[in-house]
């Protein structure tokens, strides 16, 4: 049996690994494949310590972006409830539909916290009274706030 090639890929590859990732691979497909497409570099000491301070770096930009997710969180449990004024038809029945975009602009003009609204998850809301929606801030970090939709005073 061959003796395996370590290697550094440079490069995301299908079915091997990511970028950064220490792989043993065939020495053949390293030498025919990998390394001539530039996907990898062959495994040195110095290779290795220059791709764990890389991990090191990502690791702390993630902790940090939890902790401002957070901090957003703390902000918007301070608030907990918001406010959406809808035009109002017959039987409390809205015109439309409250939409994820309206709540992200209600939550930047009460609580002043910018939240990508692709986060949001509303129900259907198609009449006037208090629903929840859940906001997902980070991965490891959702809340829930209510929603209260009101008849707009013209």
Known sequence: M????QLV???????LGRAGDLV????????????PQGMG???TPGILRQVERRREI??????EEKQ????????????????????VGEKEAIFGTVTDREVAAVIL?????????????????HQLGTYKAEIKLHPEVTIVVDIEVIAATE
């Open 41 to 43: 570099v062959t495994a």
């Open 24 to 35: 043993d691979v065939a020495p053949g497909y390293a030498r025919n494949y990998l390394l």
């Open 58 to 63: 990502e690791r702390q930009r993630l902790l």
């Open 2 to 5: 061959a003796k395996r090639v």
């Open 109 to 125: 003009a009460v609580a002043g916290q910018e939240i990508d609204r692709r986060g949001i998850t509303l129900p259907d809301v």
């Open 9 to 15: 890929l440079s490069r995301d590859v299908n079915k």
């Open 68 to 87: 401002q997710a957070l901090a957003v969180k703390a902000k918007l449990e301070a608030v907990r409830q918001f406010t959406v004024s809808k035009q």
